[in-house]
């Protein structure tokens, strides 16, 4: 299995690892080489990196083609199950983005905001899985249940590295996660750079960890998606991922933030109206955010979280008072340890924690039996949409 530490290339070739040698066979008709492979069985999948008159092939794009159209033309429409290596990003800040950059940078918390607490049982006995950025070390938590294989690491209030706004990503969900339940045991994961992004085969190995005994969860939250796929379908290896994980846990994953058109990026392909990977996939529970434009109005959304009229969520964030900002002119003094942020990742976060308390409280039973019981007593709410003519 691929380490954390290592990372797949863009544009290598994926492809299910009970017909990787057919797919082989054609490569090698077509004069193309497999350089590298690599493989995760828990999800019968493989990683190709090809090579093309000795050079490393970067455009998969039309080997996928060929390849198609070759066994479609032998095996009357057949093909086998083929994809490409695509880029995952946290989707705090909705890439593209939609609006001015400071609606996703964080602000930190004011005195008149309350303080998140982490206190109490709530969610014992429950494993929450959550995949995102470092973890870094935070005092408010040190009390709670964090399995993670980083090393305890903070970003200090003073002379410290400098660190950047998505850094504070996976302690602020994990934050929203435990003051919901903070009882329960949270397994952080790292794949998220400090970008917030990563490539999906990064994050399906990373996820190939939960269907280890010694790693399972009741919910597992995943905070990052994608939705510039040309033919509107989900990459392929997430869809296979998140259909062996489901049916051992719950999946909760953040709608995306591209609610609203406004500054919209013009790729055609990437619209207020595109479906979110992993969070449109079936199975899968996709949260949003009540009353918030950015939040996506579409029919695969199926809960949202509802926390009033300016739908700030708080949490534990770094404790750092440089942090890098996606606006210059945000404020960048974090050295509180705690912040306010937006977006459809915190729904998420809330939707998994709630969930888990849930659960605890109600003698654990499974993860979807309890779903309804969230919604009728929480800030979780049930989404309906309405089918509506374009204007």
């Not at 708080?314 to 440089?322: A, K, R, V």
């Amino acid at each position: 299995m691929r380490k954390n530490e290592d990372h797949a290339e863009p544009d290598a070739l994926v492809v299910d690892l009970t017909e990787v040698d057919a797919v082989e066979s054609v490569l090698d008709d077509l004069g193309i080489f497999v350089a590298e492979r690599s493989e995760v069985e828990k999800f019968d999948l493989a990683l190709l990196k090809l090579t093309l008159g000795g050079e490393a092939l970067d455009d998969i794009d039309p080997v996928l083609a060929e390849l198609r159209a070759r066994f479609a033309g032998r095996a009357a429409g057949w093909s086998p199950l083929i994809g490409k290596n695509r880029r995952m990003a946290s989707v705090f800040g909705a890439y593209p983005q939609t609006k001015s950059m400071n609606l996703w940078d964080p602000k930190p918390k004011t005195e008149a905001e309350p303080t998140p607490s982490f206190t109490g049982d709530a969610g014992r006995g429950v494993r929450i899985g959550l995949l995102d950025t470092r973890i870094y070390d935070h005092p408010a938590l040190a009390g709670c249940d964090i399995d993670t294989p980083d090393p305890a690491t903070r970003f200090g209030k003073d002379d410290k590295p400098q660190c950047t706004v998505e850094d504070g990503h996976g302690v602020f969900t994990a934050g929203l996660i435990l003051q919901q339940a903070p009882g329960a045991t949270l397994v952080a994961r790292h794949v998220l750079g400090s970008d917030g992004k990563a490539y999906a085969w990064d994050v399906v190995t990373m996820l190939a960890e939960f269907l280890e005994d010694e790693h399972r969860v009741d919910v597992l939250v995943l905070a990052s998606g994608c939705r510039n796929t040309l033919d509107g379908r989900p990459p392929l290896i997430i869809e296979r991922a998140v259909e062996r994980l489901s049916g051992h846990m719950m999946v909760v994953a953040a709608a995306g933030n591209h609610g609203i058109v406004e500054g919209m990026s013009p790729d055609v392909h990437t619209t207020r109206n595109s479906a979110t990977w992993p969070a449109a996939l079936p199975r899968v529970v996709a949260a949003g955010v009540a009353g918030a434009d950015y939040s996506p109005n579409l029919p695969w959304v199926d809960c949202v979280v509802d926390i009033g009229p300016d739908a700030r969520f708080i949490s534990t964030y770094l404790e750092h008072n440089d942090v890098t900002m996606l606006d210059e002119t945000s404020d960048s003094d974090f050295s509180g340890g705690y912040a306010s942020w937006v977006g459809t990742s915190c729904a998420a976060a809330y939707v998994g924690g709630a969930v888990a308390a849930k659960m605890a409280a109600l003698g654990k039973k499974s993860a979807y039996d309890v779903m309804q019981d969230v919604l009728d007593s929480s800030a979780v709410k049930n989404f309906v949409w309405t089918y509506q003519k374009d204007e």
